[in-house]
Structure formats: structure tokens, C-alpha cells
């Protein structure tokens, strides 16, 4: 095939490598979510210990990635001081404990699908932990994109059937942490020029996460588990349970590494539309006009938030290109220069 059969077959290949990494990535989020939600729910397996259930997932997480990074060293670990590690990384380990927790415990009192409704509150969190940390400039109009989102997961909270406070607050505590967490691997890691990826961040958080979670496990859940002695704990399951928590790091790896960050938050719209639809139609949650309009605002909200930093994206980079051009018209002009007094010279 001529050059443009060639193009086309590796623009083919690339898109199809793209889909694939966007359908994994969306199954296995899927399939943590929907994994998760059946272990916690007291009307399916009915094991409520959230706190345990996320120090399975920790354990399971800082095992495999010490073996990939220390014995098989298939990845390379980072350059970590002490200093660092207990001024960034413990602080970070902290505050995703807290949100493991928290949004765990949420699947035992909320829906499938509403608990995918108020998490389209993330970016709302993440600008406005942005702005008081300095890390984002306060604009009115973005503000009112925060606030249009808001509005639409408030309206989708009212006409929630099976509407929990506790779960709420659950749920939205574990928001604010998460938001927090991001916003201090900006502040404390990217200034210190130190970035993770996922196996690298389940090396060095995880064993932390799970020291942090070992003091709540011991005061609230160790005595319940020591009553239930009658409970048989289903290794396989919490063992595929486990792994699909690591394989789902992995995916988001790839999906981000291969494609882009706001390929991700598309797929996420997918996967969030496909979660409520599994909630309705399978898990027979209640799902009600009120709540698909309220989640509609906010995801109008959440879609036109992501246009908006992709175009603050392009205008940066087309900032960037006269400032290019510039630099390697001089660089040519440099070389012609010298090329003249070569030529001088040698005449």
C-alpha cells in the first residue's frame, strides 16, 4: 500500500488501541464498583466492614507492587527521601485512606447510581480546594459552572427515593478528601518534581494507607468481626475482589499514558451513565424522573467545565508555538551567520 494506505492503517491502529484502552478501563471500574457495592450491601453478601474490606485492597495493592518494583523490578522505583516521604507522601496516604473509607461505606447506604450522581461533584471540590490552596484562580464564570453543577446533584439529591443522610455525608466527606488529595499531589509532590504512576503510588501510599486505616479497624470493626465468629470469609472472592482494584490502577495508567487525561473524563461520563442504567435495570434501585433531570443539569456542568480547560489547554500550547518559532528562526539565522564567516574566513 502507498503512503496513504499506511497512514491510514496506523490511524486505524491507533484508534482502535484507544477504544480498547477506554474499555477496559470502563470495565473494570465497572466491575469494582458493582464488586464493592455487592460485598457491603446488607441485601446482597451483607458484609458492612468497609474499614477491612479497603485494608484487603491496601495489603493486597503494596504486595503486588513490592514485587513488581523490588524483586522483579519491572518498575523503577523513585528517588524518595525521608523528608519527603513523611511531608508528602504520609500526608497524601492520610487523606486517600479517608476517602477509601468513606466512599466505601457510602455503597452500604446509598445506590449504585446516586452515589455516581453526587461524585459529579468532584471538580467542584477540586477547584474550590484549588483556589483556597492557590492553586487555581478564582473566576466568576467558572465559579458559576461549580455552581450550575451543584445545583443539578442538589435537585437529583431531592428526588432521591432512597435518600440517606449518613450515606450522604459518607459520600461526600470521602469527595472533599479525594478533591484534597489531588490538589497536595500538585502542591507537595509536582513541586518537588517528583511524579508516580500507579504502581509507584501503590508502592509507596499503600503501606501507609493501611497503618492509617489499622486504627480505626481496631477500635470499630475488630470488635464486630471478633463477634461474627459464625461468618466464613470467602478467600477467592475477596482475592478477585482485590486484584481488580489493582488491575483497575493499571488500566487508568494506560488509558491516561496511552491516550489523555480528558480521554478518561469521557469514559467516565460513559461509565457513569452505564452505571445508573446497570443500577435501574439489574440492582432494581429506583431511579426517578427527578434524579435523571438533577444528574442531566450536572452533567451539562461537569461537560462543559472539561471543554472549557481543554480550550484553556490548546490556547497555552498556541501560546507556546510563536515562542517556538521564534527560537528556531534565531538558531537558523545563528547557523547562516556562522556558515558566512566560515566562508569569509576561508576565502
Not at 15 to 24: D, F, P, Q
Amino acid at each position: 500500500m502507498g503512503k496513504g494506505g499506511a497512514f491510514s492503517e496506523a490511524v486505524l491502529k491507533n484508534i482502535i488501541l484507544s477504544y480498547t484502552y477506554v474499555g477496559i478501563w470502563i470495565f473494570l471500574s465497572f466491575t469494582v464498583i458493582v464488586f464493592n457495592k455487592y460485598i457491603l450491601d446488607r441485601k446482597m453478601y451483607n458484609w458492612p466492614y468497609p474499614i477491612s474490606l479497603t485494608m484487603i485492597h491496601m495489603s493486597f495493592c503494596s504486595s503486588l507492587a513490592y514485587i513488581l518494583v523490588s524483586i522483579l523490578k519491572v518498575i523503577e522505583p523513585v528517588q524518595m527521601t525521608r523528608d519527603v516521604y513523611l511531608t508528602s507522601v504520609v500526608p497524601i496516604g492520610l487523606l486517600y485512606s479517608l476517602s477509601l473509607w468513606l466512599s466505601n461505606s457510602a455503597y452500604i447506604f446509598l445506590s449504585v447510581s446516586f452515589i455516581q450522581m453526587l461524585k459529579a461533584l468532584m471538580p467542584v471540590a477540586v477547584y474550590s480546594i484549588g483556589v483556597l490552596f492557590n492553586k487555581e484562580n478564582f473566576k466568576p464564570r467558572t465559579m458559576s459552572n461549580m455552581l450550575s453543577i451543584s445545583l443539578g446533584v442538589a435537585v437529583a439529591a431531592y428526588g432521591e427515593a432512597q435518600f440517606n443522610a449518613w450515606g450522604v455525608a459518607l459520600q461526600l466527606g470521602a469527595v472533599a478528601f479525594e478533591a484534597t488529595r489531588l490538589v497536595l499531589i500538585q502542591t507537595l509532590l509536582s513541586s518537588k518534581g517528583i511524579t508516580f504512576n500507579p504502581i509507584t503510588s501503590l508502592y509507596y501510599v499503600s503501606p501507609c494507607c493501611f497503618l492509617f486505616l489499622s486504627i480505626p479497624w481496631m477500635i470499630v470493626e475488630y470488635p464486630l468481626l471478633s463477634e461474627a465468629s459464625s461468618f466464613k470469609f470467602d478467600y477467592m472472592m475477596f482475592l478477585t475482589n482485590s486484584f481488580c482494584a489493582f488491575a483497575l490502577n493499571l488500566a487508568v495508567f494506560l488509558l491516561v499514558g496511552k491516550t489523555s487525561a480528558l480521554t478518561m473524563n469521557v469514559a467516565g461520563v460513559v461509565k457513569d451513565w452505564l452505571l445508573i442504567a446497570f443500577s435501574w435495570s439489574v440492582i432494581k434501585d429506583t431511579v426517578t424522573p427527578i434524579n435523571l433531570f438533577g444528574y442531566g443539569i450536572a452533567f451539562m456542568g461537569v461537560a462543559y467545565y472539561n471543554h472549557a480547560k481543554l480550550q484553556a489547554l490548546k490556547a497555552r500550547e498556541s501560546e507556546k508555538k510563536p515562542d517556538h518559532t521564534e527560537a528556531t528562526k534565531l538558531l537558523e539565522e545563528s547557523k547562516l551567520e556562522n556558515a558566512i564567516k566560515k566562508s569569509e574566513s576561508a576565502n
